[in-house]
Each structure stands twice: as structure tokens, then as C-alpha cells.
């Protein structure tokens, strides 16, 4: 079936370091959607990525949307320790109604 | 708004027990999803309804697992027998239809169940 891929599952950094996250997918996408779940906490929408090559940026959160629409990637530049969570990719196949094929998520920890 | 609810938070039950989870969604939107969360399986989409109709509960785990929506305000999750292995953090997220942006997921706060 279908399916999205993250890797990689964990990553350690030391505040300062800068992460990224990558997605990839077996299908073409619609759009991706990326998430942040704190621990304990409900996954929450950060963004969405629409458009062939598409470059979004909120502060020190870099989104890239792939030529192919097969992969995405997360970077983040100078993490925090409000950084500290899971981050999940979500893809919508193309042609599909309204559901999103998540990915297992990366798991962030950062060491102040 | 109040965002998308969930109850009960915690549930501990015996293996055998029924259990049912509730979900009230976002008013207005069209799209309902439960979901499971493990350690060991992730994030995984149990089944979706469109309008309060199912569209996809491929990912309903078995038969002892049931979902409904009577109404575009209520859904409910049931287990029955619940074992075990059903413990896990339970979420209901809900979005609007995918010609009305933004479409992005709300997810509830989820509810996490202990079956022994």
C-alpha cells in the first residue's frame, strides 16, 4: 500500500545544532503536511506544502516540498529545547478524499 | 471554539471489558479520523468518516473494533472484548473539506487506554 517514510526514528542534538527530518513517499502527493507532537501531547499542525519545489519558512523552521512531490524535508536551524518533540510528515496521495498516510515521526531531543 | 474533545482521558479497564471512547469534532467540519498511537506501530489511522458516512476503516485492527458517527457532532470508538494488547493512546482529529483551506488536522488531546 501506500506509505510514507521518515527518517531518521530519533535524533540527539546539543542546543545550537542544527536538525532535519526527511519524508519520502511511494506515490505522488497531492500536499504534505508537517506535525509536532510534545511529549504527552496531540500531534499539531505546523504547516503545509503544496506546490512542485515549494519553500516554506517560519523562524528557524525550513519546509521543502520535492520537484517530484515524493519527498519533504524539515531542517531546523540553531534547535532550542522548546524544539524538543516528535515531528511527523503526512501526505495526502493524489486523487485521494481527505485522509493523510503519516509517517513514524522523528523524535527529537536536544541537550542544553 | 473549543477545539476537538475527547472523554474519557484515561480509561483503565480488564481485558474482556467493552470500552467506548467519544469524540465531539470541530463544528463545521466535514472530516472525522480516529487514530492509534504505539511505540512500536506509530501514528496509525483506524478509519475516517466524510459527512458522518465511513469511508475507510481499513485500518480497523479486527472485528472487535467498531466506529460510528450518528451525527456530525458525536463519534464513538468501540472495543469489545478489549485485550491487552488495545492499550494505547486513542486520538479523534477532525478537518474541513479539502476545497475549504486551510485543511489541516485538529487533533483531541486523546484518550489513553490501559487494558490489564
Known amino acids: 500500500g501506500q506509505q510514507v517514510m521518515q527518517i531518521p526514528q530519533y535524533q540527539h542534538v546539543q542546543e545550537g545544532e542544527d536538525f532535519t527530518t526527511y519524508c519520502n513517499s511511494s506515490t505522488t502527493l497531492s500536499n504534505i503536511q508537517w506535525y509536532k507532537q510534545r511529549p504527552g501531547g496531540h500531534p499539531v499542525f505546523l504547516i503545509q506544502?503544496?506546490?512542485?519545489?515549494e519553500v516554506k519558512k517560519q523562524k528557524r523552521l525550513t519546509f521543502q516540498f520535492g520537484e517530484a512531490k515524493k519527498n519533504s524535508s524539515l531542517h531546523i536551524t540553531a534547535t532550542q529545547t522548546t524544539d524538543v518533540g516528535t515531528y511527523f510528515c503526512a501526505g495526502r496521495p493524489g486523487g485521494s478524499q481527505g485522509n493523510l498516510i503519516f509517517g513514524k515521526g522523528t523524535k527529537l531531543s536536544v541537550k542544553p | 471554539d473549543a477545539g476537538v474533545i475527547q472523554s474519557p482521558r484515561h480509561e483503565v479497564t480488564e481485558m474482556g471489558q467493552e470500552v467506548t471512547l467519544r469524540c465531539k469534532p470541530i463544528?463545521?467540519?466535514?472530516?472525522l479520523f480516529w487514530y492509534r498511537q504505539t511505540m512500536m506501530r506509530g501514528l496509525e489511522l483506524l478509519i475516517y468518516f466524510n459527512n458522518n458516512v465511513p469511508i475507510d476503516d481499513s485500518g480497523m485492527p479486527e472485528d472487535r473494533f467498531s466506529a460510528k458517527m450518528p451525527n456530525a457532532s458525536f463519534s464513538t470508538l468501540k472495543i469489545q472484548p478489549s485485550e491487552p494488547r488495545d492499550s494505547a493512546v486513542y486520538f479523534c482529529a477532525s478537518s474541513a473539506h479539502p476545497g475549504r483551506l486551510p485543511y489541516e488536522q485538529y487533533f483531541g488531546p486523546g484518550t489513553r487506554l490501559t487494558v490489564t
Open positions: 506544502l503544496v506546490k512542485s519545489g
Open positions: 463544528s463545521g467540519h466535514d472530516y
